[in-house]
């Protein structure tokens, strides 16, 4: 099946740095969306893009649409233990079909 | 407000026999979708369901199916278990409303293990 593109696909880093992570497909979306992850969990919702260009925050996340509408980055600020997880980009194609990215897996070291 | 459940949290088969998956939407929502997520991997999408009927199907296999009971809850069922069929399967639910790009909401997923 079809993925997008995440990069990087892993980040250790230590508690509060910034993190910034993206997502590149060769499609158009019409909306972005990213989800966290936590093991054994299922994906939860952090933050929705449904316009071009838009930038929308969440706290200390903050995410945007690219103008091509190929592409989406995640930035969280300040990062704390508790984000470790697994980030997955997602996208609408077609009526209701999402498409995932392949993930960032995030470590913050204490 | 209770999110999306599934039951069973864990199943193990063996090769051959069938899985019955069941996933409870949040409530209000009449949109079931169906994932699977092989280890490593990002999510794969496998069937929508919509006011009982199948509306989108992913790439995968007939043996692969599922259906959506009047109260909008949903059984996926995999037949002829194969062992690359061992995954996490998560469920998602959305309003519903018609609209084309509603946000899915996850339940924490059914981790099926075929020997």
């Known amino acids: 099946g079809q993925q997008l593109n995440q990069s990087p696909q892993s980040m250790f880093i230590q508690e509060g740095e910034d993190v910034s992570m993206n997502c590149t497909s060769s499609?158009?979306?019409?909306?972005w969306l990213w989800y966290k992850q936590d093991p054994g969990e299922g994906p939860v919702l952090l933050i929705a893009l449904y316009k071009a260009g838009e930038l929308t925050s969440n706290g200390r996340l903050t995410a945007q649409f690219g103008i091509t509408r190929k592409d989406s980055f995640l930035n969280i600020s300040a990062s704390i233990p508790s984000d470790v997880g697994i980030y997955f980009c997602a996208g609408h194609q077609g009526f209701q079909k999402l498409v995932f990215g392949t993930g960032t897996r995030l470590l913050v070291s204490p | 407000e209770a999110g999306v459940t599934q039951s069973p949290t864990h199943l193990i088969k063996t090769r051959g026999q069938q899985a019955t998956l069941r996933c409870s939407p949040i409530s209000g929502h009449t949109s079931v979708y169906w994932y699977q997520q092989a280890l490593g991997l990002g999510l794969q999408f496998l069937l929508w369901?919509?006011?009982?009927?199948?509306?989108n199907r992913g790439n995968f296999p007939p043996r692969f199916s599922g259906r959506q009971f009047p109260n909008y809850s949903s059984e996926l069922n995999v037949n002829a278990l194969e062992l690359e069929d061992s995954a996490l399967y998560l469920c998602?639910?959305?309003?519903?409303?018609?609209?084309?790009?509603?946000?899915?909401?996850f339940g924490p997923g059914t981790r099926l293990l075929v020997l």
């Open positions: 369901y919509d006011e009982g009927e199948e509306r």
């Open positions: 499609s158009i979306f019409n909306t």
């Open positions: 998602a639910s959305s309003i519903g409303q018609g609209g084309s790009q509603e946000t899915q909401y």
